[in-house]
T-cell receptor, first 114, second 117 residues
Framework: TQLLEQSPQFLSIQEGENLTVYCNSSSVFSSLQWYRQEPGEGPVLLVTVVTGGEVKKLKRLTFQFGDARKDSSLHITAAQPGDTGLYLC??????????????FGQGTILTVHP | EAQVTQNPRYLITVTGKKLTVTCSQN?????MSWYRQDPGLGLRQIYYSMNVEVTDKGDVPEGYKVSRKEKRNFPLILESPSPNQTSLYFC????????????????FGDGTRLSIL
């Protein structure tokens, strides 16, 4: 079973601060996805990274996929209260008999105070 | 409207009483999946299906069954539910295996909150 360790589990910061969430594994993934989930709703995809070393930017959010495709990070610049939510990373199995299997990290609950 | 529909949204039942949570998508997606979400554990994949009549185990398949007889439906069956299956369940679908179609996200249903007493 592949594992994705996501950290930190909880993050409480003030508006305007920067933050980084990490997802680490000893396994290689074919791609890695980041989701955001609001209470009472299903997760919504933010980004998919596929290539080792890839960096993708979505406004104030920067996503990075590690060179070896085993880890990823999400960096938020100048956080706003609207960024509050649960952030989840998910790795897609690299292939073989488990192709198509998804492994999620434990999630990071982010609270941004005005 | 493109959507994934789960039913029921809430269910309280007793140990051992068979139940089915239905999932239907109207986007002609090939990939469908079931997850359970528990505090501190994130989402864990129960079963997934890459096409009709093709189903595979995720990380926590014990105690669950699924079927994919037609493309749009992917029901989750608990033959003999137990209290440790109390959880929030999500069904999701996507046109490709997640990540394969880079710009094609998984669409999630609104969730089913299941309580087994």
């Amino acid at each position: 079973t592949q594992l994705l360790e996501q950290s930190p589990q909880f993050l409480s910061i003030q508006e305007g601060e920067n933050l980084t969430v990490y997802c680490n594994s000893s396994s290689v993934f074919s791609s890695l996805q980041w989701y955001r989930q609001e209470p009472g709703e299903g997760p919504v995809l933010l980004v998919t990274v596929v290539t080792g070393g890839e960096v993708k930017k979505l406004k104030r959010l920067t996503f990075q996929f590690g060179d070896a495709r085993k880890d990823s990070s999400l960096h938020i610049t100048a956080a706003q209260p609207g960024d509050t939510g649960l952030y989840l990373c998910a790795g897609v199995d690299a292939g073989g008999t488990s192709y198509g299997k998804l492994t999620f990290g434990q999630g990071t609950i982010l609270t941004v105070h005005p | 409207e493109a959507q994934v529909t789960q039913n029921p949204r809430y269910l309280i039942t007793v140990t051992g009483k068979k139940l089915t949570v239905t999932c239907s998508q109207n986007m002609n997606h090939e990939y469908m999946s079931w997850y359970r979400q528990d505090p501190g554990l994130g989402l864990r994949q129960i079963y997934y299906s890459m096409n009709v009549e093709v189903t595979d185990k995720g990380d926590v398949p014990e105690g669950y069954k699924v079927s994919r007889k037609e493309k749009r439906n992917f029901p989750l069956i608990l033959e003999s539910p137990s209290p440790n299956q109390t959880s929030l369940y999500f069904c999701a679908s996507s046109s490709h295996v997640p990540g394969q179609g880079r710009n094609q996200p998984q669409h999630f249903g609104d969730g089913t909150r299941l309580s087994i007493l």
